[in-house]
């Protein structure tokens, strides 16, 4: 998951951290815990290409598989080192903010952060009128989707939260 804070220039700040497996101090404590970071099995993107995500796992097992670092949930992810801490950022809304973006990694995998933005300032009108942030909630999902089939028959969940400023 990442969150970014939307600003009203067209630009962003990264709210958070994408929790990969594979970055140092996510591995580290992986490992510490009796688990280990290898590239997982391939899933087909399309026919002249796969994708071999970083993934945990159990150490010499071929499970949990997870692709992320941190996890609310999972007792089996967490026994061999995938936290459930999560990561908190205060920030407060200046006078150029927009809102901001919670999104699970089913949006982030192929829609950029500047994508979002000019999904978000595109619709932001409409949203406010209506006071319904649905337009860019389904434009955001339907985008995700499209690139996931551009990629293959795979489609990862795609969670989003808009929240923007009144």
């Not at 101090?25 to 590239?39: A, D, F, L, P, Y």
């Not at 499970?63 to 949930?73: D, H, K, N, Q, T």
């Not at 006071?131 to 795609?158: M, P, T």
Request: net charge neutral.
């Amino acid at each position: 998951s990442r969150a970014i804070l939307i600003h009203n220039n067209n630009g962003y700040k990264l709210l958070s951290n994408d929790h990969k497996p594979n970055l140092p101090q996510e591995k580290s404590r992986i490992m510490k815990m009796g688990g280990e970071v290898r590239k997982g099995k391939e899933y087909k993107v399309n026919d002249d290409n796969a994708i071999f995500p970083y993934r945990v796992y159990k150490k010499g097992e071929d499970y949990p598989g997870l692709a992320m670092s941190r996890s609310l949930g999972d007792l089996n992810a967490k026994s061999v080192g995938v936290s459930n801490e999560p990561e908190i950022v205060k920030t407060k809304f200046q006078e150029n903010d927009l809102g901001i973006v919670i999104a699970s990694d089913g949006l982030w995998e192929y829609v950029s952060n500047e994508e979002v933005v000019k999904v978000i300032t595109k619709n932001l009108n409409e949203c406010q009128e209506k006071h319904n942030c649905d337009v860019i909630v389904n434009e955001l999902q339907e985008l995700a989707r499209e690139r996931f089939l551009e990629k293959g028959k795979y489609i990862d969940d795609i969670s989003i939260i808009v929240i923007l400023r009144k």
